[in-house]
């Protein structure tokens, strides 16, 4: 792994922590507390796109990318900051968000825009990403908060000192986690109601789409990565006042036929790929498996779990030790083996050539010094179709010999995946459906066998609720492998 500069270095070599004072806000024309220029401001988004990029991935359908770049630039023309050069995209992600960093940057996980039901929700919740940027939400936090360099997973449970060892949610990505006040949230839903409004759509379907995302918020704190909602807090008066605010914008922009357009979004996202992608790894019964890569490994029980495109992390849930897998770089076990030892600063204890069900590999103990305590770690490094994969455990010296046996278990048990059934497992992706029969939603989704315990998902997906009326002929989305 790469290892990153710490944040605050990063700070210095830009310039950034210098270079602040105070800006006229575009959006209000007050003077803003800021620790950074424009120009700055751009090149940080310059330099945090592709670490987003890479962090999630692009989702590969070009309808899709067209349609939102085509929005967006047509809605930048029109905001407080339209001489920007922005960029939007969507990422291949399920969770349901929508975020946007400095310069210009705009991204939309393929999980908001399947849980969008016409193109006005869309329009609501672009303008109030453009409005983070246009009014320098993010810009004036970054210059309030330094984020910590850490794991997402490590961010959740470990200790510090295993930070470096888990994929570094970086600047790029730790801009995801900042977290806006009450007013910039507020001033956020203003402009995404203006500037929905003036390219000519419904903004009261934006209020609406608050109701889907506030039915979906689990329990406090279950989240992997941050949803729309946990960084964009929501009042009590929040729709109230977005459907006040569309009245009044509607007033304004006289002569406009306000449009919502549910059946051409319906139709333009039938068949996106809905939740996790098997395709990129799946966990089920406790076994991670990679069809595309075709390996498959255990993962202890209760240990926290996540799968980055990088590197799959876990976590015990009292953070005493992690796991990792990724892929390690170097021409040969030995030439990887000594890459691992060098990039983490490790101190050999012992190593051997290894035979992992059947696969050539190397396994090692070594140790790492810090200034209070020794972490020690057990890797194994595994010659596989034509990669090597690096497998890490790490806990302190103290705690090693309570986890060696779950990090041996789980790295002598990697294998090749032969299995049929999860080689060519399917993602779930939403179907459009013409309703045939006029009756309720939950009439209608019995008639496509919805299972009775998704029958609320399907609900909340379709920005209704289970009794409402469903007229023939109309549209509703149905998740379908």
């Not at 970054?142 to 570094?168: R, T």
């Not at 605010?245 to 449009?259: I, S, Y």
């Not at 399907?458 to 509703?476: E, K, P, S, T, Y």
Request: with cysteine.
């Amino acid at each position: 792994m790469i290892r990153k500069k710490s944040f605050y270095s990063l700070l210095i070599a830009s310039g950034l922590l210098f270079s602040g004072g105070c800006a006229r806000n575009p959006v209000t024309g007050k003077r803003d507390f800021m620790l950074m220029s424009e120009k700055q401001e751009i090149a940080m988004g310059q330099q945090s796109d592709p670490e987003i990029v890479s962090f999630f991935g692009i989702y590969d359908d070009p309808e899709l990318q067209r349609f939102i770049q085509e929005k967006g630039q047509q809605m930048a023309k029109i905001s407080h900051r339209s001489g920007l050069n922005y960029e939007f995209k969507i990422v291949d992600s399920p969770v349901v968000n929508a975020f946007a960093v400095p310069g210009g940057y705009v991204y939309f996980t393929r999980g908001i825009l399947a849980h969008f039901n016409n193109e006005a929700e869309f329009a609501g919740v672009l303008g109030h990403e453009i409005g983070h940027i246009t009014a320098r939400h993010s810009a004036k936090q970054y210059s309030k908060q330094m984020l910590a360099q850490v794991g997402l997973i490590a961010g959740m449970v470990l200790s510090p000192e295993f930070g470096q060892f888990a994929e570094a949610a970086g600047q790029g990505v730790g801009l995801l986690f900042l977290k806006y006040g009450r007013d910039a949230e507020r001033q956020s839903d203003r402009l995404g109601v203006e500037y929905s409004t003036k390219i000519g759509y419904d903004a009261q379907e934006m209020a609406g789409f608050f109701n889907t995302l506030d039915r979906m918020r689990g329990p406090e704190g279950t989240e992997e990565t941050p949803t729309f909602l946990s960084t964009h807090p929501d009042p009590q008066d929040r729709n109230q006042t977005v459907q006040q605010l569309a009245t009044e914008w509607q007033q304004k922009v006289k002569g406009t036929k306000f449009q919502v357009n549910r059946e051409s979004y319906l139709r333009m996202i039938d068949g996106i790929v809905y939740g996790e992608d098997p395709k990129q790894g799946f966990l089920e019964n406790n076994i991670f498996y990679h069809p595309v890569l075709k390996f498959r490994f255990p993962v202890p029980n209760g240990w926290t779990f996540q799968n980055t495109p990088q590197q799959v992390q876990m976590a015990h849930k009292e953070g005493k030790a992690m796991m990792l897998l990724q892929l390690a770089k170097g021409e040969s076990l030995e030439a990887a083996a000594n890459a691992v030892l060098e990039n983490y600063q490790l101190t050999l204890v012992e190593s051997k050539q290894v035979q992992v069900n059947g696969l050539p590999a190397i396994a090692m103990v070594a140790d790492q010094k810090q200034d209070q305590q020794t972490l020690r770690t057990l890797s194994y490094l595994i010659s596989y179709g034509g990669n090597i994969y690096f497998m890490l455990g790490v806990s302190t010296a103290a705690e090693f010999n309570n986890f060696t046996s779950t990090f041996t278990g789980t790295m002598t048990s990697f294998q090749e995946l032969t299995d049929p059934d999860k080689i060519n497992r399917q993602p779930e992706r939403i179907s459009v459906k013409t309703v045939n029969q006029a009756g309720t939603l939950q009439q209608t989704l019995s008639r496509y066998n919805v299972p009775q315990d998704r029958m609320e998902e399907h609900a909340i997906l379709n920005g209704m609720n289970l009794g409402d009326r469903v007229a023939q002929g109309g549209l509703i989305k149905v998740i379908e492998r």
